[in-house]
């Protein structure tokens, strides 16, 4: 494919010698191919998104507009495969997408989570039917996709959900309850975590997965939540009361969810990571900019050497961070990035995120605390990024695990 990666390192720039951080044409594991498909996600992003975030902050939601939009310009389903509907592309191209969206600092569309997330799993294991009712109208951006499995008693620990779908005749009753679900309200189809076997021998072996659609009898979104970050984002609670779902709204095996939830959670990981590295670097060159314009004690306070030092200290650690997920992102295109690498990603990379949204808050003084400032809006959208897509201690245990395991 000529997306694959064109062994030319040699001519790429570091990012550490580029102009900006989010200079196009840097970085190795890119090709040319990749950098044009940038400049169209690019202008994307600041001709259709940028302008509008503003109000959907107001609205708590995008627009329905924006998604078809973004289904013409080929920036959904783009690493789905071209026979299941999908655009086609490597996971380096949906990766430009993820990180395009950071730099211009609109969290709002939930695009990486629909693409990158929801509709791996159901090209990865729905039946043909299910892949041709779906993934095409989600490329499309007609049909926006969302993924259940937290509850308001069971986060991080996935085995301690309590929704639960029991057999009738061959429908299922799905009953339960799920909270800060991304895309939630808008949401189309929503891939449901549930029990369906509590005898099984562990919690583990009795989780599938449902694929239930808006207007389904007793599917109920709850209000849109209150977040102090993620403001555009629309993030809801769902109710499931006494819903039947015919067979083929299971979504693979009967209580094999676990192991696909399992198989696939490396994947949000790394784009958590990515998300959250691509937010530092445009931090950083928010940060830069301003500390040159910024003007104290008769000069710029670019010139003081404690700022000098901050920004040192920043670049630094960003691309050493960016040398690390770059390689992750080139292991994960050749299906070798496994579940301990992926959590370290997700865990450095978002507790670099939040240190590096204080200290730009601090350079910009008391105007990095109004809502106005772009880095105000940074700072709070990047607190969540260690708590969701499992937290960052759970990240560590499940580094630690392989550490010490005898494999």
């Not at 970085?27 to 040319?32: A, D, K, P, T, V």
């Not at 583990?204 to 659609?213: N, P, Y």
């Given at each position: 494919?000529?997306?694959?990666?064109?062994?030319?390192?040699?001519?790429?720039?570091?990012?550490?010698?580029?102009?900006?951080?989010?200079?196009?044409?840097?970085?190795?594991?890119?090709?040319?191919?990749?950098?044009?498909?940038?400049?169209?996600?690019?202008?994307?992003?600041?001709?259709?998104?940028?302008?509008?975030?503003?109000?959907?902050?107001?609205?708590?939601?995008?627009?329905?507009?924006?998604?078809?939009?973004?289904?013409?310009?080929?920036?959904?389903?783009?690493?789905?495969?071209?026979?299941?509907?999908?655009?086609?592309?490597?996971?380096?191209?949906?990766?430009?997408?993820?990180?395009?969206?950071?730099?211009?600092?609109?969290?709002?569309?939930?695009?990486?989570?629909?693409?990158?997330?929801?509709?791996?799993?159901?090209?990865?294991?729905?039946?043909?039917?299910?892949?041709?009712?779906?993934?095409?109208?989600?490329?499309?951006?007609?049909?926006?996709?969302?993924?259940?499995?937290?509850?308001?008693?069971?986060?991080?620990?996935?085995?301690?959900?309590?929704?639960?779908?029991?057999?009738?005749?061959?429908?299922?009753?799905?009953?339960?309850?799920?909270?800060?679900?991304?895309?939630?309200?808008?949401?189309?189809?929503?891939?449901?975590?549930?029990?369906?076997?509590?005898?099984?021998?562990?919690?583990?072996?009795?989780?599938?997965?449902?694929?239930?659609?808006?207007?389904?009898?007793?599917?109920?979104?709850?209000?849109?939540?209150?977040?102090?970050?993620?403001?555009?984002?629309?993030?809801?609670?769902?109710?499931?009361?006494?819903?039947?779902?015919?067979?083929?709204?299971?979504?693979?095996?009967?209580?094999?969810?676990?192991?696909?939830?399992?198989?696939?959670?490396?994947?949000?990981?790394?784009?958590?990571?990515?998300?959250?590295?691509?937010?530092?670097?445009?931090?950083?060159?928010?940060?830069?900019?301003?500390?040159?314009?910024?003007?104290?004690?008769?000069?710029?306070?670019?010139?003081?050497?404690?700022?000098?030092?901050?920004?040192?200290?920043?670049?630094?650690?960003?691309?050493?961070?960016?040398?690390?997920?770059?390689?992750?992102?080139?292991?994960?295109?050749?299906?070798?990035?496994?579940?301990?690498t992926a959590s370290m990603a997700k865990y450095w990379c978002s507790d670099l995120q939040n240190s590096i949204a204080t200290q730009c808050v601090q350079m910009h003084g008391g105007w990095g605390y109004m809502w106005e400032y772009p880095i105000a809006k940074a700072f709070v959208d990047a607190r969540v990024q260690p708590i969701y897509g499992g937290t960052n201690e759970i990240m560590k245990e499940l580094i630690a695990r392989d550490i010490v395991s005898d494999k």
């Amino acid at each position: 494919s000529p997306l694959q990666t064109e062994q030319h390192g040699a001519k790429r720039l570091e990012p550490s010698s580029a102009k900006t951080l989010t200079d196009i044409g840097t970085r190795r594991i890119f090709s040319s191919e990749h950098d044009i498909f940038r400049e169209s996600a690019r202008k994307f992003f600041q001709e259709e998104v940028l302008p509008f975030h503003a109000e959907w902050e107001k609205d708590g939601q995008v627009s329905r507009e924006l998604w078809e939009k973004a289904g013409q310009q080929g920036l959904l389903g783009v690493a789905i495969a071209e026979k299941h509907g999908g655009i086609g592309a490597d996971i380096l191209s949906s990766a430009i997408v993820w990180e395009e969206q950071m730099y211009v600092n609109c969290t709002g569309p939930g695009f990486s989570l629909h693409s990158d997330i929801v509709m791996p799993y159901i090209a990865n294991y729905g039946s043909e039917e299910q892949v041709k009712r779906f993934i095409p109208q989600m490329v499309a951006g007609k049909c926006i996709g969302a993924i259940a499995m937290t509850e308001p008693g069971a986060g991080s620990d996935l085995q301690g959900v309590r929704t639960y779908a029991k057999k009738d005749g061959s429908d299922w009753i799905l009953n339960g309850s799920k909270v800060f679900i991304t895309n939630g309200w808008m949401s189309d189809v929503v891939i449901v975590v549930a029990v369906t076997d509590r005898e099984a021998r562990s919690p583990a072996h009795g989780i599938s997965l449902f694929l239930v659609e808006n207007g389904t009898k007793g599917f109920i979104k709850g209000r849109k939540l209150n977040k102090i970050g993620l403001k555009a984002q629309d993030t809801a609670e769902l109710f499931f009361e006494d819903v039947r779902l015919p067979a083929s709204a299971l979504l693979g095996k009967e209580n094999k969810g676990f192991y696909y939830l399992m198989a696939e959670l490396p994947q949000e990981r790394l784009v958590i990571a990515d998300m959250a590295l691509a937010g530092c670097e445009f931090m950083f060159e928010e940060t830069r900019n301003y500390v040159r314009q910024r003007k104290a004690f008769g000069k710029t306070i670019a010139h003081l050497q404690t700022i000098q030092h901050k920004l040192a200290e920043m670049k630094t650690q960003i691309c050493v961070a960016r040398a690390f997920m770059d390689n992750c992102l080139q292991l994960h295109a050749e299906k070798r990035l496994d579940s301990a690498t992926a959590s370290m990603a997700k865990y450095w990379c978002s507790d670099l995120q939040n240190s590096i949204a204080t200290q730009c808050v601090q350079m910009h003084g008391g105007w990095g605390y109004m809502w106005e400032y772009p880095i105000a809006k940074a700072f709070v959208d990047a607190r969540v990024q260690p708590i969701y897509g499992g937290t960052n201690e759970i990240m560590k245990e499940l580094i630690a695990r392989d550490i010490v395991s005898d494999k």
